[in-house]
């Protein structure tokens, strides 16, 4: 699944799709005003940090304006304008977002981004193995996890460590608690199990939206979803540690096979 290509133009049709969607934080490249005569082609090297600009824009505004407000991603929204901010991130514009934005718009349009990607941020081919992790516990577990995490495309992986890092914020501040003068500061009251059970059916996705049966979803499934997505939030900065030994190994193979890789990551590094 790495992405080795310089260009979206090396790509078959159904490839180029995915990567158009996930490399929103260029704008200005996708932007459609750009002058005919511009050669300059979208990076797609996989040792960048490969986050959509709409998802990091969204996750920002929430960690600033609203990490304190109740009932964040349950709350209505307002249809009108998240579909103004969603066309405005679309045409590839420089959308900034600020505290004139409610937070309610801000955190639908981020589930409306994951929902309607091409291919969801854990990819349909290996739905059934994360979801078969549910079913372990402890160390086991959490291995079987990184190994599969470590089969995510970079701008995947990418993008599901940043919404993870994000999660964990918005589950820190559940509770309530003093400020440093005796105020009562309030919590938003979503834990890990409720971001866990709004943000998996939009993660791990069985079929595409629309499809046939896209809507149905067993209790077992459903369960697994959210067990799955809970371990991920609370154990995201372990998952994502590569260990100096598995690094050493890796280095060990591609030095045989690949040697040119090696002098790449060096020479990058």
Known sequence: GAMSVDSITDLSDNT??????LQLSHPHELDPRRSLGKTKM???NPITWQVPRIVERCC???????????????????????????????????????????????????????????DPLIPRELYAAFLSTATME?????????????????CHSD??????????????HA?????????????NKMTVSNLA??????ILQKEKPGEK??????????AAIILVLQRLIEHYQTLFMVSPEMQRDVLRRLFQTDPDVIDYLLRRK
Do not use: Y
Request: zero cysteines.
């Open 138 to 154: 402890g160390p086991a577990q959490l291995a079987a996890l990184q190994l599969l995490l470590f089969l995510l495309p970079p």
């Open 16 to 21: 180029s799709k995915l990567l158009e969607a």
């Open 42 to 44: 979208l990076s797609l």
């Open 60 to 118: 920002r505004h929430i960690e600033t304006h609203g990490l304190q407000t109740v009932g964040i991603f349950r709350v209505g929204s307002s249809k009108k304008r998240v579909q103004q901010l969603r066309e405005e991130f679309d045409q590839g514009l420089d959308v900034f977002l600020d505290e004139r934005q409610s937070v309610h718009d801000v955190a639908a349009l981020l589930k409306e981004f994951l929902r309607d990607m091409p």
């Open 213 to 222: 049966d896209a809507g149905a979803m067993n209790f077992e499934d459903s």
């Open 197 to 202: 059970t709004i943000f998996g059916p939009n």
């Open 175 to 187: 509770e309530g608690s003093q400020g440093p003068d005796g105020q009562q500061i309030p919590g």
């Open 159 to 172: 993008t599901l460590h940043r919404l993870l890092q994000f999660l964990g914020e918005v589950a820190r």
